[in-house]
Every structure is written in C-alpha cells, then in structure tokens.
C-alpha cells in the first residue's frame, strides 16, 4: 500500500515535534534519488536549517570485531541516563546491497533499539560513482532539527567513508583491541592520525594488562604526531563495553574536549569550514553524477579504463578522451 | 625571440636522445594550458609511452627547514656516483606566482645543479581550482623517457599535494628532525602513516643523542600503525646530509623495499592502479575545469559559497543551485 505522501510542512511539524514516524520519513526522502523527491527534500533542508547545528557529533570508527556495537550499545545507554538525547548513525558500505542492514542494526544494538531516547538508523554510503558520503550529513540535520542532541555516526574504519565522516563530526574517535598487530591490518592508512582519541576496548579479564601497556605504547605514538589545529591533545583510553568500566572517562574526555574548543573559538571554526567543504564536495559529486548520467559517457570511460589499465593510453590522453564525449 | 615550434616528432626524438634543451621545452609544452599545446603534449605522451616506467620514482617531503634541499643534493650526489640518472622535480605551491623558483631551485642544489647527470626542474602546482596535481606526473613520464632512472619528487609537507605524491611513487619519505615537538607544527595529519621511512636528518654534532632517541621512539610509534599492503615495514633512519653520513643506508634501504616489492608482485600492481587512480582524478579535474570555465558559474558559485558561509543555504541546496546554472 502506498502512504499518502506529506507536503514539506507536515514532515517540518513532524520532525520538530519529534515524531519517530514522521523523521524516518523524512529520512527516507532525503535519500531518495528521484528527482521530484531531491527537490523537495532540499525545500526541507532549508525549512530546518535554523534548528541544526546544536547536538554533539560523534564519528566513530574501528575494524569489525572490535566491539563497536556494544561499546555504542554501552556508551549511548550511558548517555541517555545522562539526558542527553541520542541519534546513532551507522555507515555500513554493503547496507545498499544487502538492504537488510536496519533489521541487522536493530538487532546488534538491541538495549538501545528499545531505549525511548535514542534513535538508530542505517545509512547508505551512496551508490553512485564516487558517492561514498551518501546523504548522512543530510540525515544528521534531520536528526539535529528533531531534537537529537547528540549524534554518533558509525562507519567501519576500512574504506573511503571514514574521511568523509571525520569531515562532519566534532569529534573522531578510533576503537580498537590490545595487542597491536593483526586487528590493524584491516584499518585504513591515516585514520590514526585523524583520531582525537584511541580507545582500547574490551580492557577486562586477562585483557586488562595488555590493554594497559597497548595504551601506553599508543600514548607515546599519538604524542609524535603534529598538533591539532584545535589544539587538543589525542587522548588515549581503555574501556569494557561488556562490563561497562572506563565508559565514564570517555565521557568526560569528550566533555573536556567541547569545553576547550569551544573557549579557544575551533569549533565554530571547524564547523563553519566543514560547512564549506561539504559544499564543495557535493558540488563534485553531483558533477559527476550528472556527467556519467549519459550512456556514452559511461561506454567511453569503461573503454578507456581499460586502454589504461592495460598500458596503452597515458591517463591524461584518457580523461580528455572522456570528457570530449561531453 | 619567439623560438621556432618543434613537431611531435622533433619533441619525440630529442627526449630519446637525452637532449636537455628539448625536454625543457617539452616540460613546458605539457605544463601549457593552451589548447593547441595540450593537443600536441597529448600526442607527446602517447609517443613516448613506452618507454616510460622503467625508473625508481621516490617522493620525499618535510616542512621547510628539515634540510630538504641539503638531503637531495647529497643523496642526489651519492646517486649519480652509482651511476644513476636523476632528475629532480621539485612542487612549491608559490612557486606558480613568483616563477621564480627555477633560478631559487637551482640555487638550492648548487652541486646537483651542475652534474651532467642530474635534471632539477621546478613544478607548478596547478593553478585551476582543484588541481593541486599540476602536471608533475606528466613531467616525470618525459624524464624517463628522456632516460632518467631515478626521478626524486619533492614536497614541502604542509599542503594537499602528499596525497597526490604519494600516489605517484614507489616509495614515500618524510624528513624530519629529532626532537618531536614543534618542528611537526606544519606538517599535514596523515602524512607520517602514508611514509614508507621516516628520514631523521641533521643527525649530526650535538644533535646525534637526540636523533638516536627519535629514532627510536618513531620505529616504536610507526610498528602501531596498520600494515602496508605492500608488506613492507617503515623504517627509521638517521643521516647528515651536511657531513654526508647515512645517506648509503638511505639507499640500501631503497634497494631492499624495491627488491621485496618487485618480488611479491606490489609494485606492479601498485603502479598499475596508480596509473587508474592517475586516469580519474585527471577526468574529476578536467571535469570542474571545463565547468567552472563558464563565468555565470564561477559567479554563482561565489554567491552560494557566502550563503553556505553564513549559515543561509544548506550545502546540498547550494551545491544543486550552482550545478543548475549548467
């Protein structure tokens, strides 16, 4: 059965007055890729626009298996009894395939799923050629206008999503296990550098001591990297997100963290530059999307990708090929 | 005097022939952005494909005052005594405004200035909006073919143009000096974990404790980071390029990782997906060159970026109200 659509104002009401329905809805438009559905989701974006801005944002990231959904399950029950009032964002690059990834979701993070204050919901990283941001900005202004005040945005640490969401959030955070060494593999070059914190979870049982020297060891490496702009010092923590220890301190850094950058001026400044960059990396994508749009662009670059894989045009000779289609 | 135009082939030959006068000006021709030269550098490039490919090319960056230059020449000198063939490009984000950095280049590296065995050339950076890139990549192909078999791209470290660097060469070096503090300041986030060795330099004098500890500390910090694909450790170095010591370790250690990489198969296909990567930022950048060459664009665009700045319009509205104008 098809729903009845709503006009821009009722999903504003909705959103405003904190209707879950409604704010999926709206989500769901957002991400839509119907023309119709863009315009009007951008009629709402600027409807909204003056109550974003004012939750927390916090990005996540860490290779599968290091507990992300239960140290979210943990840390966002923590907040809630705090008052605060959670949005969890979770970036998944299959979920656009499998489409299955909401159940899934639900089900990793069940506490919370249930928790009257917080609000879980998957996010495609975007279909298109060189979509990886998808709409989860867009999704994040929803969450902020619905009265979320603080936004978690989950991606898995291993593709190109993560410096999209270290572009949007306030704070980075990278989870990870003691012992370095194998659960590193997987983790994307430079991410490390990006974190504002390491937190070593699952620091219970037999684990503690290693987690203990691994936060040493990491506190000496983080403190050889170059300075923040934001002048914050990378922290480096230890929590159990199964015993629940350590969940604590990780609020209080983050605490720590807003007090200092708000006081020397960074995040306003930040945020207005992620503003900017947001803007500009749009711009890109919808070039793109418009310029593959058409058969023979595709036809000609798949042609072309090959003469340059196998060695027979030089790239530039190829991205001028393509282009002259236009 | 306007010189006489050379043909393709004129171009073609003379590079082949290891004609210096001839590749500068096939550098130039490549680096124009007039139509009627970018036909012909195109044709040049195809001419000369195949024999390009066949040089060890090696990026090394480090914020100003590292002693870059001082590296390059000693290393560069101890190269062509191995019988090698070296051209240096250098990439100074100024160096497009003053044009006056080929005469500073030269006068940076007196010695390898005036080795018969040495090319040093300046690179712009690209002045076009996104293109950060410029045409080094293009300029490195016309040395190799002009039989250059070691080609040493150098950065400063503090801009957007690493990420390109690095993926452009076999092997990535960052210069630094001992005693970890203020002297990272400039450098970009993310550099230290794209490093295949860290380089300590002026470990020299009263300097030579402190860098030994750095040296150190850094392979400590470095073991924590996410492996290469190419199963290649970073190293940790130390070297004097004023008293010359180290500098046959630096290029021991390039023999190994080029013995290691060549024999796990990681630097073919490592070049081979540079070579795609290469093929689509060219196309993204042709892309927005051609599109903001229209001047209702270009001042649409600023128009936008102030509301985006001031909080006005959303990115995304803003981002499609400057794609429309197209």
């Known amino acids: 059965m098809k729903r009845r659509k709503l006009s821009t104002e009722e999903l504003v009401e909705g959103i405003r007055s904190g209707n ?9 438009l957002i991400e ?50 705090k008052g605060k009032k959670l949005a969890v964002l979770t970036i998944d690059p299959s979920s656009q395939r499998t489409k299955g990834s909401i159940l899934g979701d639900k089900t990793r993070m069940e506490e919370l799923a249930r928790n009257p204050n917080a609000f879980i919901r998957p996010s495609a990283s975007g279909s298109t050629l060189g ?22 945005i989950e991606t ?34 430079g991410i490390m550098e990006m974190a504002d914190s390491v937190v070593i979870n699952k620091a219970d049982g037999d684990n503690l001591k ?9 506190q000496n490496a ?24 350590g ?24 945020r207005a530059n992620q503003q900017v960059s947001w803007f500009k990396e749009n711009l ?15 036809q000609r670059y798949q042609e072309k990708l090959q003469e340059v894989q196998s060695g027979k045009t030089p790239a530039l000779n190829a991205a001028h090929d393509v282009l002259n289609v236009f």
């Open 32 to 81: 839509s890729n119907r023309e119709e559905d863009q315009r009007q989701a951008e009629d709402l974006l600027q409807a909204i626009l003056p109550d974003t801005g004012k939750s927390f944002r916090l990005g996540i990231t860490g290779v599968p298996g290091v507990g992300k959904s239960t140290f979210i399950e943990s840390f966002g029950t923590l907040l809630t009894e």
């Open 222 to 245: 983080l403190h050889l990297f170059p300075a923040n702009p934001s002048g914050w010092i990378p922290q480096v923590k230890t929590c159990s997100a199964l015993d629940k220890s």
């Open 210 to 218: 290693q987690a203990k020297r691994a936060k040493a060891e990491y």
């Open 156 to 189: 898995v640490g291993v593709g190109q999503s993560e410096t999209h969401v270290h572009g949007m959030v306030d704070f980075f955070l990278l989870l990870m296990l003691a012992g370095a060494g194998d659960e590193l593999q997987g983790i994307k070059k």
């Open 247 to 270: 969940l604590e301190e990780v609020f209080e850094m983050l605490t720590k963290f807003q007090t200092q950058v708000v006081g020397n001026g960074f995040f306003d400044k930040n």
């Open 131 to 152: 979509g990886v941001s998808g709409k989860t900005r867009e999704v994040m202004l929803l969450c902020e206008a619905a009265g979320f005040d603080f936004i978690i």
């Open 20 to 28: 879950r329905v409604i704010l999926s809805r709206a989500i769901t």
């Open 284 to 298: 890109n994508e919808l070039l793109k999307i418009s310029f593959f749009k058409k058969p023979e662009v595709q």
